[in-house]
C-alpha cells in the first residue's frame, strides 16, 4: 500500500531535550516535505526537500533541522524543543510535477511542556 | 493580511444539503488551485485539482475557480455524513509546485444526519 508514514504518532518531551520524528514514503517519490499546522494559522511549511541531499527552508524554519540522506526517508529534528513547537506535524511527499497531489502521513502530535 | 483567506466554520449542514466553501486570495500570480479533504486525526488528502480559471466536477463535488475576484469555491451535492471534515484550499504560482504550495486555514464542516 502506497503511504507516507510518520513516527512516533504522540510524543510529549520536556523543553531541550532533542528529538527526532521519523518519515518514510514507499512511492518513490523525489519531493518530501514538513508541516505544522496549528490553530487558526493552517498548514504551515518547515522545510522541504526535492530530491537527495537537496533541502530548503519554508515558511517557519527556526528551531528545525532536516536531513535527505534517503530518497525514501526525511527525518525532522527538534535540536532543542521549546513548548511554542507544541503543534501537529505533518510529513508529505509527491512527484515533481505541478499537477502530482502531496501525500500525507497522519501526522505526529507533539507537546513540549 | 495573509495570502489566502478560508472561513475556519464550524459549518453545520443537514444531510442532502448543498454546501458551498470558499477561499479568497490576493496573490495574482496563483495558477494552480486544490483542495483537500482533512478527517480527524489523518493527514490532509487530495480532493479536486484546477487550473487556473473555470469550473471542474467530479462526481458530487465542483471546484470553481473565479480569477479575476481571486475567488475560489468547492461545492458539495448530496451531502453525506461522510462528508464531514476539515477542508483545505490551496493554491500555487505557475512557475512552482508542491514546494511553494500555500494552504488556506481550512474550513470545519459537519453534515448533521
Known amino acids: 500500500e502506497a503511504q507516507v508514514t510518520q513516527n512516533p504518532r504522540y510524543l510529549i518531551t520536556v523543553t531541550g531535550k532533542k528529538l527526532t520524528v521519523t518519515c518514510s514514503q514507499n512511492m518513490n517519490h523525489e519531493y518530501m516535505s514538513w508541516y505544522r499546522q496549528d490553530p487558526g494559522l493552517g498548514l504551515r511549511q518547515i522545510y522541504y526537500s526535492m530530491n537527495v541531499e537537496v533541502t530548503d527552508k519554508g515558511d517557519v524554519p527556526e528551531g528545525y533541522k532536516v536531513s535527505r540522506k534517503e530518497k525514501r526517508n526525511f527525518p525532522l529534528i527538534l535540536e532543542s524543543p521549546s513548548p511554542n513547537q507544541t503543534s501537529l506535524y505533518f510529513c508529505a511527499s509527491s512527484f515533481i510535477s505541478q499537477n502530482s497531489p502531496l501525500h500525507f502521513g497522519n501526522g505526529t502530535r507533539l507537546t513540549v511542556t | 493580511q495573509k495570502e489566502v483567506e478560508q472561513d475556519p466554520g464550524p459549518l453545520s449542514v443537514p444531510e442532502g444539503a448543498i454546501v458551498s466553501l470558499n477561499c479568497t486570495y490576493s496573490?495574482?500570480?496563483?495558477?494552480?488551485f486544490m483542495w483537500y479533504r482533512q478527517y480527524s486525526r489523518k493527514g490532509p488528502e487530495l480532493l479536486m485539482y484546477?487550473?487556473?480559471?473555470g469550473n471542474k466536477e467530479d462526481g458530487r463535488f465542483t471546484a470553481q475557480v473565479d480569477k479575476s475576484s481571486k475567488y475560489i469555491s468547492l461545492f458539495i451535492r448530496d451531502s453525506q455524513p461522510s462528508d464531514s471534515a476539515t477542508y483545505l484550499c490551496a493554491m500555487a504560482g505557475p512557475n512552482f509546485g508542491n514546494e511553494k504550495l500555500t494552504f488556506g486555514t481550512g474550513t470545519r464542516l459537519t453534515i448533521i444526519p
Open positions: 496573490n495574482s500570480a496563483f495558477q494552480y
Open positions: 484546477t487550473y487556473s480559471s
